[in-house]
């Protein structure tokens, strides 16, 4: 074909991958840039990852020890409201105690039923912040 223009042929090549860990031929280079270079990167990642799963065990931990607090203290104030039903029953205020007795019945009620309807959830978080 005499008198066509030339064409260009270009190829492109990419490659990507997620995760913390490079490919092997990405990771290889880091020791022809430095001893030992891939060895620290490993350290780095393995150091971020146990990092990591401390911070979860810990926010573990402490949602566990923050509903065996709820429990203990939703225990004590219905045993609280309770006697104090009972104490003016047995003063004679017939009237006025079914007042603590039922509230806190209600209250415990209401919170089975949540926490039945919501089961696996967990209790209720605030939404996370917007970057800045």
Do not use: C
């Not at 923050?66 to 006697?83: C, D, H, Q, S, Y």
């Not at 003063?91 to 696996?120: E, M, S, Y």
């Amino acid at each position: 074909m005499e008198g066509a223009p030339p064409q260009l042929i270009a190829a492109v090549r990419a490659s990507f991958w997620s995760g913390p860990i490079p490919q092997a031929e990405e990771l290889d280079k880091y020791n022809g840039v430095m001893t030992g270079g891939a060895d620290r990167v490993m350290e780095l990642i393995e150091g971020q990852t146990t990092h990591r799963k401390d911070l979860e065990h810990k926010d573990v931990e402490a949602d566990i020890s923050l509903r065996k607090l709820g429990l203990i203290f939703a225990f004590i104030l219905a045993l609280i409201a309770t006697v104090g039903g009972l104490a003016l029953i047995a003063t004679g205020d017939n009237a006025g105690a079914f007042g603590p007795i039922l509230t806190a019945i209600a209250v415990l009620a209401g919170v089975f039923v949540w926490w039945q309807k919501n089961r696996g959830s967990g209790p209720p978080t605030l939404p996370p912040a917007a970057p800045q």
